[in-house]
């Protein structure tokens, strides 16, 4: 018998991640010249990062020899300050999908389940099955959580609800006074991750204040990510807001210097970049309207979007993901989450968009 035969059978059963085409890898396959490929498939900034957080990054570069903090002091600081938390409210991961991958190390298992929706996150069914637990899909509402059936889902052996909102791949929105009902019917003993990735961008009429309700929540971790909005994807850092007792029990699973110096010290700088943030959300918003009116001229549906991206049904999504590829646009097909005939599309700059635009049409003619 081989080495990854004994394997547990969960393990050698995960069908892994697929991340968006990387521009030097469509290059390479297709002869292309990087310069003149454009990338919208992995939700990234388009404006990169903040010139606060690039001059923190150069700054830590000078002590590159050194362990980082384990402890993320710094930055730990800046987000109890931002919070009004205390640090041990605060747990700190390698993106967001780590503390996402925390949680599963630290609550599931064999004989325990995990309840999350249909078109949600993909990393939610695989942190899940990743140690042995049972992922509990429940169908999903106008591609959305429906919160009700959800609740119907848990049983006495749920640990973990994972809810993702905005969600994404499809950019569905949850109002917070539906969010806020839904957790006060939660038993105490579930622990409910409300995954807000793309909070930042997120019209100010339909912000609410997740944070506050931690205090009332035991059983309640908002989990943030600087990847998004902030710039930072390349860096990997992201971050856990619940209570004490439960960041306890994710930091002795998290491993040791899970963060960079690199990263810490960006993800400081960045939080404190107002300005910079004010200009990706206002981009975002731009680009989010030129691409939905382009969409709906083309006579394509679309889901209404609260993230930095549109998902959009093109009938043959491999096929016309395979047309743009040729022409140096890369989004991201989503036939993974059960959606053979969509693709998602991230917001990029005016000229990106109006790139993918026109090469869009080509593709479908």
Not at 66 to 90: M, T
Not at 133 to 146: C, E, I, L, R, S
Not at 151 to 159: V, Y
Not at 214 to 238: E, H, I, Q
């Amino acid at each position: 018998m081989s080495v990854a035969a004994n394997a547990p059978d969960y393990v050698r059963a995960i069908s892994p991640y697929q991340p968006g085409k990387p521009i030097s890898e469509l290059a390479r396959e297709l002869g292309l010249e990087e310069a003149g490929i454009v990338k919208l498939a992995s939700n990234e900034n388009p404006l990169g990062m903040g010139a606060l957080a690039r001059a923190a990054a150069t700054e830590a570069m000078t002590e590159i020899a050194r362990y980082p903090d384990g402890n993320g002091f710094e930055l730990k600081a800046a987000l109890s300050r931002r919070f009004a938390l205390s640090a041990a409210q605060v747990v700190l991961g390698n993106g967001s999908n780590d503390v996402l991958d925390l949680v599963a190390r630290a609550l599931l298992g064999p004989g325990r389940d995990a309840v999350f929706s249909q078109y949600a996150f993909a990393v939610y069914p695989l942190a899940t099955q990743s140690v042995g637990a049972k992922g509990v899909q429940v169908p999903a509402v106008n591609y959305g959580h429906d919160l009700d059936a959800m609740l119907t889902a848990i049983t006495p052996a749920t640990r973990v609800v994972f809810i993702a909102n905005p969600n994404n791949p499809t950019g569905t929105f949850i109002a917070g006074e539906v969010l806020l009902a839904f957790l006060a019917r939660v038993p105490a003993d579930v622990l409910v991750v409300l995954d807000e990735a793309y909070t930042e961008y997120l019209d100010e009429s339909r912000r609410y204040d997740s944070v506050a309700w931690l205090a009332r929540f035991p059983n309640l971790l908002v989990c943030r990510t600087f990847s998004k909005a902030y710039g930072l994807a390349g860096l990997r850092v992201g971050y856990g807001l619940g209570h004490p007792e439960v960041i306890d029990l994710l930091n002795r699973v998290r491993q040791p210097f899970n963060v960079s110096s690199i990263a810490l010290a960006a993800a400081t700088a960045a939080l404190d970049d107002q300005d910079f943030l004010i200009r990706s959300a206002e981009l975002n918003r731009a680009g989010m309207a030129r691409i939905a009116a382009a969409m709906n001229e083309m006579g394509l549906e679309t889901i209404p979007s609260s993230g930095n991206f549109v998902t959009v049904k093109v009938g043959d999504a491999a096929g016309v993901n395979r047309r743009l590829l040729e022409q140096g646009v890369i989004v991201r097909p989503i036939a993974g989450y059960g959606m053979p005939e969509w693709l998602r599309v991230s917001i990029g700059l005016e000229s990106e968009n109006a790139r993918f635009i026109d090469a869009l049409r080509l593709a479908l003619a």
